[in-house]
């Protein structure tokens, strides 16, 4: 491996990213995320390498030794799109519901698109037990808990894509997820969002609104001691100055 195996490895760059993700004969598949507007100024290999130069100096270091086809396959491979899926209802009467992609696709930023169909089956199944296989009712509960769970996650994954490629560049926002990393130690209902949309079934809708309002304490705790720390210190006379008339 070029570079450590066991990472997602990002270049951030405000508007657009590369991503590197290790396979397991020993080599990256890396992935470049950006606006239409911007790759289709890349249009011949000096404008790639040009690009990457500026941009990303350390993969282009000793003529691209990190990544040594890469012109070559920034030409082979496709250019494709991203995009979101949002449908409501999910069924019709007791005749048939639909699940999975078909009805909430959506970007690839938090790897949750298998998770979240593997969920819809087994939450389906939870669903035609709990109504005695009533298909009216168990469908209509289903469309019911699952329209606003996937639009979370179509939520929650573009703000992932943010996360990734501006606020992993900002060394505040890095302390701040170690403080909230630091926090869920300690106290158990504090629970991170990527801990919340990973490793839990909680609706995705509902894991955002529990991260706003953990927002809403962390920082309102933060303005707190800034303020008691301005108060604290602000009560002599200016550094350097003497206090006698």
Not at 124 to 144: I, M, N, P, T
Not at 208 to 233: N, P
Request: a negative charge.
């Amino acid at each position: 491996y070029a570079m450590p195996p066991k990472a997602l490895h990002i270049w951030p760059r405000h508007e657009f990213m590369l991503i590197g993700l290790p396979n397991l004969d020993g080599s990256f598949t890396c992935t470049l995320f950006m606006p239409f507007s911007d790759l289709e100024k890349l249009q011949t290999e000096r404008d790639v390498v040009d690009f990457f130069q500026k941009y990303f100096p350390d993969v282009a270091a000793n003529n691209f030794a990190l990544m040594p086809t890469l012109v070559k396959d920034f030409f082979g491979n496709p250019t494709s799109s991203l995009l979101s899926i949002k449908c409501s209802p999910w069924h019709y009467k007791g005749s048939f519901v639909c699940l999975g992609d078909a009805m909430h696709a959506t970007v690839p930023f938090y790897g949750q698109g298998m998770n979240a169909g593997f969920e819809d089956a087994l939450r389906l199944q939870e669903l035609l037990q709990e109504h005695g296989h009533d298909r009216v009712k168990a469908f209509e509960k289903f469309s019911e808990e699952m329209v606003p769970s996937r639009e979370g996650l179509c939520e929650v994954s573009l703000d992932n894509y943010v996360e990734m490629r501006s606020k992993t560049a900002n060394p505040l926002f890095t302390i701040k997820k170690r403080i909230e990393w630091a926090l869920g130690d300690f106290i158990p209902s504090w629970i991170p969002l990527y801990t919340m949309v990973t490793f839990t079934r909680i609706p995705y809708h509902e894991a955002i609104q529990r991260a706003q309002k953990q927002d809403m304490i962390f920082f309102g705790t933060l303005s707190l001691f800034a303020a008691a720390a301005l108060v604290g210190g602000g009560g002599g006379p200016p550094r350097g100055l003497s206090a006698k008339g």
